[in-house]
Structures are given as C-alpha cells and as structure tokens.
C-alpha cells in the first residue's frame, strides 16, 4: 500500500526542542542537574502534555522545589516558546516539499495547551492538513489511544502514513499499529529522506 500521508512529531523533529542546549544557555552547570530533574523529567512536565495541569500552575510547583534566583528563567523555559524552540530549517523545507509533492501532512506531538499560540513560527504548520496535540485530548503518546485519535480524526489508513519522532518508542507504537516510521533522535536528514525513498516517497525539488 503507497504511502499518502506523512505524520510529524514537533519537538526535536520540526523545532529544536533541546533541553541541554536550554540548560547552557540559562544556568550555570551546577544547576542543571537540578533543572533537569524538577523540569524536564518533572511529573508536572508530563501533566502539562497530558492537558491535565495549566502551565501556570505546572511553573508554581517547580519553582517552589528551586532556588529563587532560578525562578526567572524557569519561567523562559516555559513561556519563552519561540525563543525555547526555534524551527529546524531543513526540516521545515522538507515539510514544503513533501506538500508540493502531493503528500497530506499531519502533525501528532506530546505538547501541551499552548500549541495553538505556538503554530504560527513553525513554518510547516502552514502545509498540514491537521493537527492532534496531547493536551487536546488527554492522550500521550507512546499510548496507542492518541494514534487511534489521529486515524480516526483524519480518516487515516495506518498502512498509508509515513510517521517520523524523535523517540523510538513513539515509532515502535506507530509501527505496531501498522505506520512505517524513521527516529529523528540523531536529526540525520539524509537518512530520513532515503527511507522516506525507499517506502516510495517521491520528493519533488522547490
């Protein structure tokens, strides 16, 4: 079965989602460790891509296990979006290329509420033909539920849909449940358009 839709995560594939780059940049490094755990692997994290817990509140609890003097750029991880998480330029011109190749283009990302204020500096946003964000729906993945959204939302054949993530869980799930799928963990574009190749994605030039 040909492939006819290619399906986008957002962090880390579309826009630079790098948490030690963030950390460099804000913290002195006896910091990081400290950030890294009541941030970014923080329960409240996960609740906010769940859409259970508002970002405000998501900043209250983290900053009341931090130093004050942290709290300032604490809250630029979280509400500085665009500074945080600036597009990857490549990858957006691929997203052009695959549209004006004739290929649908979906986006299924673990983000929380705030995406639809984010949308508009991601510049393959504007080629997709939808959209299905965690908070939205109370669905992260890898759960199998938030696939079975997109499908159902979108009226998509698995078997058609071409799924690059820059987790190898996320593409293990889509896999299984009959997506083909490349990890963009090592950003290796290259290797991500052979495959897309080699799965009979034809890309036509810009």
């Known amino acids: 079965m040909s492939i006819k839709n290619i399906i986008f995560d957002l962090g880390g594939v579309l826009v630079d989602f790098n948490p030690k780059r963030s950390m460099n940049e804000l913290f002195e490094e006896k910091f990081h460790n400290l950030i890294n755990e009541n941030v970014y692997l923080s ?11 508002t970002t405000e509140k998501a900043e209250e ?12 750029r604490v809250h630029e991880i979280l509400f500085d ?10 990858m957006n011109l691929l997203a052009e290329r695959l549209f004006n190749s004739g290929f649908r283009l979906y986006l299924l990302s673990n983000c929380p509420a705030w995406f639809d204020e984010f949308r508009p500096f991601v510049p393959a946003c504007k080629y997709f033909d939808g959209f299905v964000i965690s908070a939205d729906y109370h669905q992260i993945k890898p759960d199998e539920a938030i696939y079975h959204t997109l499908f159902d939302k979108y009226q998509l054949n698995a078997p058609e849909c071409f799924f690059v993530d820059d987790s190898v869980a996320n593409i293990e ?13 090592e950003r290796n574009i290259e290797a991500l358009i052979e495959e897309l190749k080699n799965n009979g994605v034809a890309i036509i030039d810009n």
Do not use: A, V
Not at 43 to 53: P, Q, R, T, V
Not at 173 to 184: H, P, V
């Open 61 to 72: 609890i983290m900053c009341s296990k931090l130093p004050s003097e942290l709290h300032e």
């Open 43 to 53: 329960d409240e994290w996960k609740l906010m891509d769940s859409g259970d817990i």
């Open 81 to 90: 979006h665009e500074g945080q998480m600036p597009p990857i330029e490549n």
């Open 173 to 185: 799930t889509g896999k299984k449940l009959g997506m083909k799928g490349f990890c963009f963990k």
